[in-house]
């Protein structure tokens, strides 16, 4: 049971440059989210969504597009990057609904030079 | 305004005391609360999910309480270890089961041997 994947580990880019993260879990669970972690700030919640072809915004969403085509997969695309968008990336998966917690992916740090 | 506050200074104990940590929110109706741990450089690992219904939840040596009228969380280990040294954070689903997971900052625990 490989949990929640994502890649790349380690990213670098240049100012204005788009990429896109990739989330893939394989536990079938309805619920992944998307958050960024920055020293002193804590994890914040960019993009969520509840199941297959549902979205919303968390609360840092500017800068980032999601989308959810398949249960397993939770793709978050830059669209032109800053360097306030550097920063440690995790994407998380549940069932939802209270019934047990979120699994965490390791992590993708970003730098945006 | 909307937030969760954890005890931003670090916590030091002795080993085999037990650690309390508090969890604080406001204007915030959440179904349930849940306690990670996470590790520097790694994701937060999920730990205890306690529901509005439930005054106490215990695992091991973990212990969480959760108050709706205080709007409050206490998180405790007993017979503290220094393996149990992390940082560990609150999060809630901010009204009912919306899959929108919001953390606080994470207080972090330092047990000394």
């Known amino acids: 049971n490989a949990g929640v994947t994502q890649t790349p580990k380690f990213q670098v880019l240049k100012t204005g440059q788009s990429m896109t993260l990739q989330c893939a879990q394989d536990?079938?669970?309805?619920?992944m989210s998307w958050y960024r972690q920055d020293p002193g700030m804590g994890l914040r919640l960019i993009h969520y969504s509840v199941g297959a072809g549902i979205t919303d915004q968390g609360e840092v969403p500017n800068g980032y597009n999601v989308s959810r085509s398949t249960t397993e997969d939770f793709p978050l695309r830059l669209l032109s990057a800053a360097p306030s968008q550097t920063s440690v990336y995790f994407c998380?998966?549940?069932?939802?609904?209270?019934?047990?917690?979120?699994?965490f992916g390791s992590g993708t740090r970003l730098t945006v030079v | 305004s909307q937030k969760i506050e954890q005890n931003s200074e670090a916590l030091n104990i002795q080993e085999g005391k037990t650690a309390t940590l508090t969890c604080n929110y406001t204007n915030y109706s959440p179904a349930y609360l849940q306690w990670y741990r996470q590790d520097p450089g790694r994701g937060p690992v999920f730990l205890l999910l306690i529901r509005e219904n439930e005054k106490e939840k215990r695992k091991e040596r973990l212990k969480v309480t959760f108050d709706t009228t205080l709007k409050q969380s206490l998180f405790h280990i007993t017979a503290s270890q220094p393996a149990d040294s992390a940082t560990y954070l609150c999060a809630l689903d901010t009204t009912g089961n919306t899959g929108k997971l919001i953390f606080g900052q994470g207080t972090t625990l330092q047990v000394k041997p």
């Open positions: 536990m079938n669970h309805e619920y």
């Open positions: 998380a998966s549940s069932y939802g609904q209270g019934y047990g917690g979120y699994t």
